[in-house]
């Protein structure tokens, strides 16, 4: 078993042994896990890496969202304190996210995990097509 | 600005600049993204790192995913190449499923991320609290 292996069992025993059912529906890392476990929330910290954006800005980004998506996406990582809201009086306004600290601090695993799909990508669409052709 | 946002942003300078539109839909790591940032798959992976898992294992750890959710995500994770399936010819045949070598090696970057979502879950927690209060 892999050092993170190890680390993710021991982990899950923790959290079972906090839980009553033994299952890990209420596990309070699954709470954040579901938020950064969502590929908006990902792509929108990934995208606010670099510098503030304005909503326009992230909509011509990722332009697959809706604009609804966005807005809720947006919100949901505000509440969760990892982007701020800042808006500024022109005229029209201009409202800008930027990360906060916290979100800041997201950065390094979710850049092992690029890392990571980036390594292996090439790989994965192997592994997709292999199936497809099996499957057919 | 730090190293993992750095690293970032130069990922995103690069995948904008294979893409035509110069937006992220066309990124090849966003296919891959997409997978490993669906809350369902991280669970299923984290839960398979400790030992492999028949069907009815699996459910009983996550006791919130539907019976056809739960068969759809190992359907997508095997066409990954992330998981793999096993029949043994018991009566009833017993399913397995288990990590690949490239699901083994996705753990170091998930552990990573479950380590931060450990370590901020208080602090997230803090921020909603927080904001549902302004809100209301």
């Given at each position: 078993m892999s050092k993170a292996a190890r680390e993710i069992s021991e982990g899950l025993r923790q959290w079972r042994a906090e839980g009553e059912s033994g299952?890990?529906?209420?596990?309070?890392?699954r709470g954040v896990l579901d938020r950064i476990g969502d590929k908006w929330s990902t792509l929108i910290i990934i995208t606010l890496a670099e510098q503030p954006l304005r909503f326009g800005q992230l909509r011509r980004t990722i332009p697959d969202i809706s604009q609804r998506m966005l807005t809720q996406t947006l919100r949901d990582l505000q509440r969760d304190g990892l982007i701020s809201r800042h808006v500024f009086p022109t005229q029209p306004p201009s409202v800008e996210y930027r990360l906060t600290a916290m979100g800041q601090s997201l950065l390094e695993p979710l850049a092992a995990l690029v890392r990571w799909a980036d390594t292996h990508y090439g790989a994965i669409r192997g592994a997709r097509s292999e199936y497809d052709q099996q499957a057919a």
């Open positions: 299952d890990l529906s209420q596990c309070p890392v």
